[in-house]
């Protein structure tokens, strides 16, 4: 057994309900995994017995390995890693007395009565809390309070009544968080509120990016959370985030998992769908008592593993969504959950009890391109549940609808239509299996005399996933396939292997060899599919590397959204 990574999780997370430690482990061939387990735990046991520590503990086996957990005290998650590698590797200290000796004194240092005390106090009173290693925080937004975490009040002396939260959505899966993100953000401006936002993009308030990059941690959500003029936070909640430290806040009025579908498996002891959409439904620990999950009825593996999950319980109020008023399991769910969204003869309908509300017509509602977005249907119908769920009223929810655009400035790289020369093109970041079906069945719907898409993937996929997506890219039926590869992203792989597979894969399939271009950045790719489009033509451009690059490409050619 070796020793992967340890890591300290500072939330609610995959493994644990609490704070603690975890590690990752790889076995070798001939070890005795149950033996092993059994010895790691023990000297958990032993260790944390002397520390003083709760004991809990958690164990998820996975290919090649396991991940082990723990439960341990806030302000000593640091002396935690430390413990749980160490019961891996005991040859770091000569005996286990010399182990028990240094940890002791590792934890004294690294105790923080102050911020324990300050923890209780806002457990026991269900008030808002946050914590890093520089700062701590009650309430939120306007309400907020922060202090150095080395200088924190005596909880006797702080007034509770002056911390309060605020509404909170919490919005993950493998596709679609980012655009039901912003969409819901857009329905609480057309409220009138002050709105906090995180996603892969960035963090913003009231729609306008504070800072660029990748936000989608509990640090980002912390971001938010603490800045006075937010109103209402609605935070992209990642994968990434969950598994490596979990969730910043339990106070959530709203979490949404908009699916679950293969892509990134193989990382942090994900290795099925089983496992991935556990890993998503961590947002459920982030709900306040009462606090409503919203689910999608019409995805297998998400409603396999809510059942699994156990979130079929009197503190969770669950609302159910598809875009298919007649799929089985939606029909099932229809009658025995108190809310659910549908679309029924072209019109987003949400349902409590035996009263129906008939939001928007799919025609108006613009970025769902008259439903033919299935995808983006779908992020309409979650929208809509968390939308309530969050308090706000039908004028605001139906005025997000209609306004909220599928451009670079509303919901930038996320089925973009750009005319440009009196052709189309359709700018999205579609990268795993599941989201490039959904652009193909977009692109299908659209009229058009001749279509192209680019395609291109990370090295890190196996070679059957890299080829299934040229097999669902062939489904377009296209006049010209342009493969890509991404510098950033070869991931170990040389360049040209990625675009090989799928060049296999489409001949494989039928597709002429003059039909396909390989290019070996994104950037020439682009230019290519520019130089081919022609009046009338449909261009399909999957974006990785730059999206704001693609755009000027095309502005350049005097593109226009539409």
């Known amino acids: 057994m070796k020793l992967v990574e340890g890591r300290r999780l500072t939330g609610p997370n995959w493994m644990l309900r609490a704070p603690g430690a975890a590690i990752q482990v790889s076995y070798d061939e001939g070890d005795h995994h149950s033996w092993l387990c059994k010895t790691w735990k023990a000297r958990i046991m032993a260790m944390t017995a002397a520390l003083k ?61 102050a911020l324990r005390a300050l923890s209780d106090f806002a457990w026991e009173l269900d008030l808002p809390f946050l914590w890093d290693e520089d700062v701590v925080s009650l309430g939120f937004g306007q309400s907020c309070l922060c202090w150095p975490i080395n200088d924190l009040p005596d909880p006797r002396e702080v007034d509770s009544r002056r911390f309060a939260p605020i509404p909170v959505a919490l919005i993950t899966g493998t596709n679609g968080k980012t655009t039901t993100a912003r969409l819901l953000t857009h329905m609480a401006r057309c409220e009138g509120l002050h709105v906090g936002n995180t996603s892969t993009d960035g963090w913003s308030i009231d729609e306008h990016t504070i800072e660029e990059g990748d936000w989608t941690g509990p640090g980002a959500a912390r971001k938010v959370l603490r800045n006075p003029r937010v109103e209402m936070a609605v935070l992209e909640t990642a994968r990434g985030g969950l598994l490596r430290r979990g969730l910043a806040t339990n106070l959530a009025s709203v979490a949404v ?24 439904l961590v947002v459920r620990r982030g709900l306040r008592p009462g606090g409503k999950l919203v689910l999608n009825a019409a995805c297998p593996a998400l409603v396999k593993g809510a059942y699994a999950a156990d979130v079929f319980v009197p503190t969770v109020n669950l609302a159910w969504f598809s875009s298919d008023p007649k799929d089985r399991q939606f029909d099932q769910f229809l009658r025995t959950s108190e809310e659910t969204a549908t679309v029924r003869d072209g019109v987003l309908v949400y349902q409590r009890g035996q009263h129906r509300e008939y939001v928007l017509a799919l025609s108006e509602a613009k970025f769902t391109y008259g439903g033919a977005a299935e995808h983006n249907v779908e992020n309409a119908l979650a929208a809509i549940l968390a939308a309530r769920g969050l308090g706000l009223g039908w004028p605001a929810i139906r005025e997000g609808l209609r306004t909220f655009a599928s451009n670079p400035t509303d919901n930038p790289g996320r089925a973009n239509m750009l005319q440009c020369n009196g052709g189309n093109v359709l700018l999205d970041f579609a990268h795993n299996a599941h989201g490039v079906q959904q652009i193909v069945k977009l692109a299908k719907a659209l009229p058009a005399k ?21 097999t669902i890219a062939h489904g377009l039926g296209a006049d010209r396939y342009l493969l890509k590869e991404t510098e950033h992203y070869l991931r170990g792989r040389p360049l040209g292997e990625v675009t090989g597979i799928m060049h296999k894969a489409l001949t494989d399939a039928g597709v002429a060899e003059s039909q396909i271009g390989v290019h070996m950045d994104e950037a020439s790719a682009v230019t290519a599919a520019a130089d081919w489009l022609q009046a009338g033509d449909l261009a399909v451009v999957l974006v990785h590397d730059s999206f704001s690059a693609a755009l000027a490409q095309f502005k350049a050619r005097g593109a226009t959204s539409t």
């Not at 086996?61 to 935690?80: K, S």
């Not at 001749?450 to 040229?470: E, F, S, V």
Request: glycine share 6%.
């Open 450 to 470: 001749r279509r192209l898409i680019t395609l291109g993937q990370a090295g890190d996929r196996t070679d059957t996933d890299i080829a299934q997506l040229a």
């Open 257 to 280: 998992v908009t699916n679950v579908s293969s892509d990134h498996l193989g990382e942090w002891g994900v290795d099925d769908l089983d496992d991935l959409a556990g890993a998503k």
């Open 53 to 113: 520590w709760p004991l809990q503990t958690s164990l998820r086996m996975c290919n090649g390995g396991a991940n082990y957990a723990f439960v341990a005290p806030i302000d000593q998650l640091n002396t935690a890693v430390e413990v749980a590698e160490w019961a891996v590797e005991t040859h770091r200290y000569a005996t286990t007395a010399d182990a028990r000796h240094h940890f002791k004194q590792a934890a004294a240092a690294e105790a923080n009565p």
